[in-house]
């Protein structure tokens, strides 16, 4: 049962991007250099001489400011950056001009594919952001197995970059507060155009997987940076939302330097550092990656006994086309193992359906304090033509729905490939 819109017409987003006039990528440079001033960054370039383009350039996603920076390291080659259909909201012209490349998160997108051969056949610079959403925790966020394929289908050398003290700068739980901390960003040519054909599809995954481990919180401790700001730790329960003390969910809160448990009382301090010390007791988890990721697997041990589900009432946006976030009201929302992602409502006096079932949906697209709409934590559903923004009832839930999400892709992609084995 599809959404009774009144006007049923959605973004095309199955179109070619133009390229980038050079005068644009001028100005782009231009802009970028601004936005950076008074930032202490530093660009790096490794194993990349002579290299010009065709290339995919593969970059880490932690805050706006990754563009910026990527931008200044491209210089002076034309850039078409796949982007969000979010971030053509309002703006669709403009992205549009610089040759953006717009797509639906966590969808398959055949058109995609041939957007970015047909940007790669120009001799420019195909760039994506394969998280496909900030990092959460300043570390790796999931990474498809189909980068391997486009690789090898692109058959042009591969660039990865990596960017260190963004998440620092502008963590994802608390962006519009901004830190000054040192930036480093460094492109290293991974792959010539013979490895992407040598290569098997699951050596090229591998590969990735190791140039793309990063943690912002280990370059903080091992350059000795500090955050000095008062209000430092404000935000960070939402994704720190299980205490490791009393186990409970949903129950971590956050003020100035601190994070606490309303449950159990137990509270932490968010060192200048960026090591957490409890106040009391046993200090659990001294690096708030190991925190992060003592929650990511008590998630997969919900999903692999076949405990995890989830359900709610949310408040539902639709990002059909990119003029307008369309109110469709109150809506029912249930994560299952076997069924994925249901949203079930009723708009204009019709009921509607939407499914994601769990291999159509690999990852979650998570925003905490979404901007664009009212700012609170959302959860955006996407499908081949239309997005659906959910703002749960539930508090500080949106993080673990990110974990399941993945788990239960895993879960079941596991069983598919153990089948084609055999």
Known sequence: MKVNYKNPKSYKTAKYPIRQPIYLTWLIQVLSQMMLLGKKHRVEKINMEGLKGPYLLLSNHMAFIDFELVSEGTYPRRVNNVVNIDGFYKRAWLLEWIGAICTRKFTTDYHLVKSIRRVLSRGDILCMYPEARYSPCGTTSFLPDSLGALIKLCKVPVVVAIHRGNHLHAPFWAFRRKRKVPLHTTLTKLYDAEDAERLSVD???????????????????????????????????????????????????????????TECGKRWTLLENGQLEAAEGETEFPHVPDWFEWERENVRREV???????????????????????????????????????????????????????????????????????????????????????????????????????????????????????
């Open 304 to 422: 692999r006994e076949g405990r995890y589900s989830f359900t709610d009432e949310v408040d539902v946006y639709s990002l059909r086309r990119t003029d307008k976030f369309i109110p469709l009201g109150n809506a029912k929302i249930s994560h299952t193992i076997e069924d994925g992602f249901v949203l079930e409502g009723n708009y204009r006096g019709a009921d509607f359906r939407v499914q994601r079932m769990p291999l159509e949906i690999n990852s979650l697209h998570v925003e905490y304090d979404f901007p664009h709409i009212k700012p609170y934590d959302c959860f955006d559903i996407s499908t081949e033509d239309d997005s659906f923004y959910c703002y749960p009832t539930k508090e500080n839930v949106v993080t673990k729905l990110g974990f399941a999400t993945e788990e239960i892709y895993r879960l079941h992609y596991e069983k598919i490939r153990a089948k084609r084995n055999k």
């Open 203 to 261: 050596e090229i995954n591998a590969g990735l997987k190791r140039a793309f481990e990063y943690d912002d919180y280990k370059y903080q401790l091992d350059n000795g940076i500090l955050i000095t700001e008062p209000n430092r730790a404000e935000g960070i329960h939402k994704i720190l939302y299980q205490c490791p003390a009393c186990k409970t969910e949903f129950k971590m809160a956050s003020e100035g330097a601190e994070l606490y448990c």
